[in-house]
T-cell receptor, first 112, second 113 residues
Framework: AQSVSQHNHHVILSEAASLELGCNYS??????LFWYVQYPGQHLQLLLK??????LVKGIKGFEAEFIKSKFSFNLRKPSVQWSDTAEYFC??????????FGAGTRLTVKP | EAQVTQNPRYLITVTGKKLTVTCSQN?????MSWYRQDPGLGLRQIYY???????DKGDVPEGYKVSRKEKRNFPLILESPSPNQTSLYFC????????????FGNGTRLTVT
C-alpha cells in the first residue's frame, strides 16, 4: 500500500542542537514532496516543497530538506533549532493529482 | 487576504445530533478537501472535491457527507455523530495540478459525547 512514514514520533532537543527528521514514502515514479509545520493550536503551514531539480530544497525559517530518490526519502534538517521551532512536523506526498498523503507527524520539543 | 475559513472553531455535541462544519475559501481554488487529525495517525482524508458538483471519498469517509454546490464552499456534514468522530478537522484547498501546496483552515475541534 502507498504510504508515508515518519520515523520519529517525538523528538526532544536543546536549543542550538541540530535537527534531522526522517521521512520515507512508498510511491513509485514522479512525486511532489512537502513538509508542513503545525505550531501549537494552529493549522498546518507549508515549510518547503520539492517538485524537481536540485534535490536540496531550502524553506522558511532556516529549514531545508534533501530528496534522495534511491532511498525514497525526504528528510528535513535544520542546523540549529530554536525554542520557537517547537511544533509538529508533517511530511506529505502527492502524485500527479491533488491527493496529498501525510505521514503521522513528528512532534518536536525544543528546550530553552 | 487569501484564506480558508472554517466554522465553528470548537463544537461540543451529543451522539446522533446532526451537525455541519462550514468551509469557505476566497482563492478561487478548484480543489477542496477535508481531513481529520488524530494523535499518532497524522491527517487522514475524509472527502475531497475536484470542482463544483464533483466529490469523492478519501480514506475515512464513513459517517460523513459533503457537498460542493459552489466553488468557494465545501461543508462537512455529520448526519448522526458518534464519539469516534471526536477529532480535529481541517479543511484545505488548492488549485488543480499536483504540485500546488494545500492551504489549510484553522481547524474545528469536535467533541461528541
Amino acid at each position: 500500500a502507498q504510504s508515508v512514514s515518519q520515523h520519529n514520533h517525538h523528538v526532544i532537543l536543546s536549543e542550538a542542537a541540530s535537527l534531522e527528521l526522517g521521512c520515507n514514502y512508498s510511491y513509485g515514479g514522479t512525486v511532489n514532496l512537502f513538509w508542513y509545520v503545525q505550531y501549537p493550536g494552529q493549522h498546518l503551514q507549508l515549510l518547503l516543497k520539492y517538485f524537481s531539480g536540485d534535490p536540496l530544497v531550502k524553506g522558511i525559517k532556516g529549514f531545508e530538506a534533501e530528496f534522495i530518490k534511491s532511498k525514497f526519502s525526504f528528510n528535513l534538517r535544520k542546523p540549529s533549532v530554536q525554542w520557537s521551532d517547537t511544533a509538529e512536523y508533517f511530511c506529505a506526498v502527492n502524485v500527479f493529482t491533488n491527493d496529498m498523503r501525510f505521514g503521522a507527524g513528528t512532534r518536536l520539543t525544543v528546550k530553552p | 487576504e487569501a484564506q480558508v475559513t472554517q466554522n465553528p472553531r470548537y463544537l461540543i455535541t451529543v451522539t446522533g445530533k446532526k451537525l455541519t462544519v462550514t468551509c469557505s475559501q476566497n482563492m478561487n481554488h478548484e480543489y477542496m478537501s477535508w481531513y481529520r487529525q488524530d494523535p499518532g495517525l497524522g491527517l487522514r482524508q475524509i472527502y475531497y472535491s475536484m470542482n463544483v458538483e464533483v466529490t469523492d471519498k478519501g480514506d475515512v469517509p464513513e459517517g460523513y457527507k459533503v457537498s460542493r454546490k459552489e466553488k468557494r464552499n465545501f461543508p462537512l456534514i455529520l448526519e448522526s455523530p458518534s464519539p469516534n468522530q471526536t477529532s480535529l478537522y481541517f479543511c484545505a484547498s488548492t488549485s488543480v495540478g499536483g504540485g500546488s501546496p494545500l492551504h489549510f483552515g484553522n481547524g474545528t475541534r469536535l467533541t461528541v459525547t
